[in-house]
């Protein structure tokens, strides 16, 4: 059986200014002994607090991530961001993919599969999200949906060190309401048989699979036990250093 170390990372989302500072090194502060030991912690702040949060976190093993970044190394794209220019500020991954991406920008699987190839370019690890719209689950077409997600938004090339898949059922997402443990334990079953049809049992029994949506101190146990749950993509309970480590300690 491979073994997976958890990653529990934190999504800012558009939060964060300078004062943010005092939270996240409380993070750092926390981040020692048995957590370290066993568990990866990630804060993927706005893009702007990258350099400073990376600078923070030294040598404390908590990693600092990007929410996005363009298909492109550098070229004339108002307001984007290369991958290339969040391994300069310090960064070591980027979530491509959020469902507030695809909704608010009309990203593509096709347009993930191209920033998921610039993150690779540029050395980051990606953290790919899919996951169903409340109607698609209800017409009983999640898994299927999701299969697609995969087959779309990610390259050949992938492997269990420059990949991380989030699952993001939309519906739970800032919303408190998550699936059942069976349905989350299904969802990520169906994920990792996935993932082993197309890479192989080594890297796609190696690949971490988060779970993502309305995870807080109070669920994060009986979520982080499911089968084929690696960890957890945290949105609202990320912006607090208790909650936060609250729900890393929970694994
Ligand atoms: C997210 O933004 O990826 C997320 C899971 O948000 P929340 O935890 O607030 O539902």
């Given amino acids: 059986m491979t073994t997976r170390r958890p990653l529990i990372a934190g999504n800012w989302k558009m939060h964060g200014l300078k004062p943010s500072l005092q939270e996240f090194d409380r993070m750092v502060a926390a981040y020692d002994g048995d957590l370290r030991a066993r568990t990866d912690l990630m804060i993927c702040p706005p893009a702007t607090l990258i350099a400073t949060l990376a600078a923070a976190a030294g040598s404390s093993g908590v990693a600092v991530g990007g929410q996005d970044c363009h298909a492109n190394a550098q070229g004339a794209h108002t307001g984007d961001i290369a991958a290339e220019m969040i391994l300069d500020a310090g960064g070591s991954a980027v979530i491509l993919g959020h469902s507030e991406r695809r909704t608010d920008h009309g990203e593509t699987d096709a347009a993930v599969r191209a920033k998921t190839l610039a993150a690779w370019r ?5 953290v790919v999200c899919v996951g169903e719209h409340r109607q698609q689950r209800e017409e009983g077409v999640a898994l299927d949906l ?18 991380v898949i989030a699952y993001e059922p939309v519906w739970a997402i800032g919303t408190g309401l998550t699936p059942s443990v069976d349905d989350i334990a299904e969802m990520h ?6 993932l082993v049809a197309r890479f192989g049992e080594g890297v796609g029994g190696g690949i971490r699979i988060l779970y993502g949506g309305s995870v807080k101190p109070a669920n994060a146990a009986e979520i982080l036990a499911v089968a084929d749950v690696d960890g957890a993509l945290v949105g609202g309970a990320s912006l607090k250093a208790g909650d936060f480590i609250a729900i890393a300690s929970a694994y």
């Fill in 189 to 194: 079953g169906a994920i990792r048989a996935a």
């Fill in 122 to 126: 540029a050395g980051l690890v990606a």
């Fill in 146 to 163: 999701v299969r697609v997600q995969l087959a779309g938004s990610i390259p050949d090339g992938a492997t269990a060190e420059n990949l």
